[in-house]
């Protein structure tokens, strides 16, 4: 791996992880529903590095996450989630880019995330009935999925420019 690579992955986890915690603060509408912004991170890197380097935000975010909070529950859905998002986004962006803007992309991510997640809630909780609760999170993961995909967009557009081409160190 590229030094320019551990490093802007590093910054990306840290800046990730940042975002998680801010918006576990941030009074929602419903349980669970959050506006998914440190997935901005991992879908910059998707696309200025690569799906390793996306799975390597994804991951050692919600593992820092997790430290940080002791929240099992919280940990076992996000990895969970995270882990589905980030493998439809990198499906999607490495073999139909094309054919997906960027923030359709995301949105594709966040409705996997949320599909991820509640599965594993209903299977902790063991009730089936927490299956209902995704046409809320799908309608409020197409908005949020969809404002994260533009930031993102944005953000490659402006590390792409300050980056450079980079160099193994």
């Known amino acids: 791996m590229k030094y320019r690579n551990i490093v802007l992955t590093g910054l990306l986890i840290a800046i990730a992880l940042v975002f998680n915690i801010i918006e576990g603060f941030l009074p929602f509408p419903l349980p669970g529903v959050k506006l998914g912004a440190a997935n901005v991170f991992a879908l910059v ?3 200025i590095m690569g799906a390793k ?9 919600v593992v820092l996450a997790w430290l940080i909070t002791g929240n099992w529950f919280a940990f076992l859905c996000s990895m969970s989630g995270g882990l589905l998002g980030t493998l439809v ?3 999607l962006y490495t073999r139909m880019r094309s054919d997906f803007t960027l923030p359709w992309i995301s949105v594709a991510g966040a409705w996997a995330f949320n599909a991820g997640q509640v599965a594993v809630a209903a299977y902790l909780v063991s ?3 927490v299956l209902y609760y ?3 999170l799908f309608i409020a ?6 404002g994260v995909g533009l930031l993102a ?3 490659c557009v402006r590390i792409g420019k300050i980056t450079g081409p980079g160099r193994d160190g």
């Not at 380097?53 to 975010?61: C, G, K, S």
């Open 141 to 146: 993961g197409t908005f949020a999925g969809w």
């Open 127 to 129: 009730d089936a009935r």
């Open 89 to 91: 986004m990198v499906i």
């Open 134 to 136: 995704m046409m809320p």
């Open 53 to 61: 380097e996306a799975f390597a935000v994804t991951l050692l975010r």
């Open 45 to 47: 890197a998707l696309v």
């Open 153 to 155: 967009q944005m953000l």
